[in-house]
């Protein structure tokens, strides 16, 4: 319309007041809900949350929700789609250690990453087969933040549920929910869940 910019809001996910945290928040009289998340967080990001915002709160429970995207966001420093560096770990003899600059691929595979078709198809190939089999790198650097995750938990007295959210493109993930539950982890699978499509 002329030289006037017209802008349209985007709503990811549902509105603030179907939100977990929300939901909670009006169901539970006398309790206080922090909503630490963000859209397009990774397992890597949520760790950080947990330990260096939720857990010096002091709550009496925190709940992390993820959906099968946040395992390939851990692999990445950059994140191309929303245009932002983020911190990233790797895995030295068993230890989350930040990544940094030396740990980027070399140009070669810059390359095959940004412009191989082959290389996208062995990348979503991987990561389709990781629903069900535990496997590759982002299996070990993820399994590792969900164990990282619960021992800090542990460690300041905290307990900590995990839900598995389904989403359109990956509605189970059923790699993860055994591997939390082998962990001795609470989880909830909302697949699980009567009347949850």
Known sequence: ?????????????????????SLVDQALDRTDVYNLAMPGFGLDQMWLSLRHQALPLRPSLVIVCFIS?????????????EGWNKPAFKLVRGQLVAKTPVDRPGPLGRFLENNSVLWRVGVLASRSLGQFWPHAESWALNSALLRQMQADARAQGVP??????????????????????????????????PGVD
């Open 1 to 21: 319309a002329g030289d006037v910019a017209q802008h349209e809001e985007q709503t990811v996910g549902v509105e603030l007041e179907e939100t977990f945290g």
């Open 160 to 193: 900590l549920m995990f839900v598995f959210v389904p989403t359109y493109y990956w509605r189970s993930f059923p790699a993860a929910i055994r591997y939390l539950r082998e962990l001795g982890a609470d989880v909830l699978d909302l697949r699980e869940q």
């Open 69 to 81: 995207e946040s395992f390939p966001r851990s692999l990445d420093a950059y994140r191309m789609t």
